[in-house]
C-alpha cells in the first residue's frame, strides 16, 4: 500500500479514547471546506481523532489546527485519478479502521466507492458545491455516479437549500440519506469593532474604500471578472485586497495590470486566520460563478460587513438580497454597479453591516453547526454498531 504517515499531531493528556474519523479530501488546501473541518477538529478534539488523505497532497490548512488536535496525514493513494483508486482506497480503509469515513466533494467520489467496498464503517459524503467545469451544468457522467453511490452509503450532507433541491431532483438522494446541514461560523471570533491596524499594515488610506475577496483563488471564483467591474465601477480612489492562494494568482496579477488597477490591488496569500482582514474592509465581495453557502460570505457578515455578490447558490437568501448587493454571475457592468452603490455612502453601509451581522448571528451559529455534525457522526456509529 503507498499510502503512509507523513505528519502527525497528538493531542494532550492520555488515556482518552477518541473516535476515529477517516477523511478523504480532494484538497487540504486553505478553502472554506477545510477551514469546517478545521474548526470541528479543534472544537470537537477531545471526542474525535483524525487521519486525512489529501488527494493532492496539498497539507496548507492543517496551519490551523490547534495542538490539542489527535491527527494523522497520509499520502494519497498512488493509482488517484485511475478506476484502481477505489480498490487501493478499500484497502486503507480495511487496513486503518476507522469507525466513520468522511468524503468531501466530487474529487473524491473514489474515496466513497472505496469506503463502501470496504464496508466495515459508516461513510458520510459531504457535497459543498461545484468546480467550474460544472459552474452552469451538471455533467451527467457525475450525476449517474452520485445516484448510485449516495444512495449506497449512510447519508450525505449539503449545507445550501439549493443543493439539498440539486441532491433530491438530479442525485435522486433518498430523503433519509440525505441532510441538510448550514454553515456556521464563531460570531465572538469574527464581529465588528476589531482593530484596524491591519488596514495600516496593509497601506490602505482611511480615505479609501477597501473592498475585500477571502477565497481561494481558483477558475469558479472568477475573480478575472471582479477585476474587470473594479476597473469600471465609477468610485473615486477605491482599493482591492485579494486574500488567498491558488492557480489563479499569476493571471490575476496580469490582469490587474491588463486593467490597470495594479497599483491599487492588494495581494495577499491565504491565512488561518482572516479576521484582522475582515476588520481592514469597507465592503466584502464575491464573484463567483457558482456557490453555495459560502463560509467567507458568513464571516464577513459576523464583522458586520455589508457585501457584493453574484447571484448564485444560496447566496441572495444568505443575505435576504438588500437592495444593490447582488448582480447575475458574470455581469461586468451590474457589478461595477453594485460596487458603486456599496461605496456610496458610510452611513448606508453601516446600517447594511448591522443587519447582516443579526443575520450571521441568528442564522448562522456555529455552535449549531457543531452540534449538528457531532450529532450526525455519533448517530452513525451508534447505528452501524447496533447501538
Sequence with gaps: MASKPVRRTLAGGGGVSRTHLLHFFPSFETGGVQR??????????????????????????????????????????????????????????????????LTYNWGAMDGVAGARLASICPVIHTEDGFGVDEASTLKRRRVLARRVLLNQIYQTVVPSHTLYRIARERYCVATRKLRLILN???TDRFRPGLSRQMREKLG???????????????????????????????????????????????????????????????????????????????????????????????????????????????????????AGS???????????????CAAAGVADRAAVGRRNRERAVTHYSQPVMLSAYQSLYDEAVARWNGN
Excluded at 58 to 78: H, K
Excluded at 247 to 253: S, V
Design 36 to 101: 469546517r473541518f478545521v474548526t470541528l477538529a479543534n472544537r470537537l478534539s477531545e471526542r474525535y481523532r483524525h487521519t486525512v488523505i489529501a488527494l493532492d497532497a496539498n497539507l496548507d490548512a492543517a496551519r490551523g489546527l490547534e495542538s490539542g488536535v489527535e491527527i494523522r496525514f497520509m499520502n494519497p493513494p498512488a493509482r488517484k485519478g485511475s478506476m484502481l483508486c477505489a480498490f487501493e482506497v478499500k484497502d486503507l480503509v480495511t487496513r486503518l479502521k476507522p469507525d466513520l469515513a
Design 184 to 186: 456556521g461560523v464563531d
Design 204 to 322: 490602505i488610506p482611511e480615505s479609501s474604500v477597501l473592498f475585500g475577496f477571502v477565497g481561494q483563488l481558483r477558475p469558479e471564483k472568477n475573480l478575472g471578472m471582479l477585476l474587470q467591474a473594479f476597473a469600471q465601477a465609477p468610485i473615486s480612489g477605491p482599493r482591492l485586497l485579494i486574500l488567498g492562494s491558488g492557480p489563479c494568482e499569476a493571471d490575476l496579477r496580469r490582469a490587474a495590470s491588463a486593467w490597470n488597477v495594479a497599483d491599487r490591488v492588494v495581494f495577499h496569500p491565504s491565512t488561518p486566520d482572516p479576521a484582522p482582514f475582515y476588520a481592514a474592509l469597507d465592503v466584502f465581495v464575491l464573484s463567483s460563478s457558482t456557490e453555495q453557502m459560502p463560509i467567507s460570505l458568513l464571516e464577513a457578515m459576523a464583522c458586520g460587513l455589508p457585501a457584493v455578490c453574484t447571484d448564485v447558490g444560496d447566496v441572495r437568501v444568505i443575505l435576504d438580497a438588500p
Design 326 to 340: 447582488l448582480a447575475r454571475s458574470g455581469d461586468v457592468s451590474g457589478y461595477a454597479q453594485a460596487l458603486a
